[in-house]
């Protein structure tokens, strides 16, 4: 496996051809069995797999965790070195953004001024600007996400489709723990009270979407599971059912997802669950 830190090294280890065959696994490290499935999905693909590991200042708010977001460079090597990985990128912020980065993509503001956005203002500028970056240096034909980020995968759709980029987006089921909570690199902040009560948020959303087939409606199913997160201690950003294609409020008979947001102490998680 070869781990290289600029796009010159990049274009060496994948030359144009391995390149046109490539899957691209964006990462910012910490990786856990999440990211592994990232990645056994982008080799069952077939051609060679790059890994990349930033993290990415341009997605954090000043108030967000950008300077505490674990890095476990080492360890992550080796967890990539046992699946096979061909190429690990892992540029510093100085090749990515050897200028302030000033020319951004701007997502869609329907996809971004909603959940997420609204609550993380330019989070998904950053994302999608790292992103097509990050494509415009590996060049690869697939592109691997997970769906835990349902949002996000949402966005980086949007943003391949209409800049017509060529790559193929795959999404990914969110691995979980045996207890259900969506394996995340933040849930090494959770302290061991927080972590015990942390399953209680897929639980509402599997509550959540049992109503949602009995007939109960959107409203309700979501005031009942933001007020039984609440009852419970969580601060709830939202919860919130959407048609999967794009986030926007469903029409009767579109594909389904309920999305959710919750702070437990000081730590904020996500998930969601497709109905
Ligand atoms: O999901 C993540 O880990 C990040 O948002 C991504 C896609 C690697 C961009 O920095």
Redesign the pocket.
Known sequence: MDVVRTVADLRRHLPQGASSSCALV???GNLHEG?LDLVRVAKAHGGPVAV?I???P??FAPSEDFDRYPRTFEADLAKLGALGVDVVYAPTVAVMYPEPQTVRVVPPPALTDILEGAVRPGFFT??AT??AK?FLMVRPAVAV??KK?YQ?LRV?EAMVRQLSMGVEIVGVETARADDGLALS?RNGYLTEAERAEAPALRRSLATAAASLRTGESIGGVEADAAGALAGRGWQVDYVAVRRRSDLAAPQPGEALVIVAAAKLGATRLIDNIEV
């Open positions: 964006p990462t910012m990211h990349s930033f993290v990415n341009l997605q950053g994302v790292v992103v990050l996400f997970g980020d996000q980086v690199s």
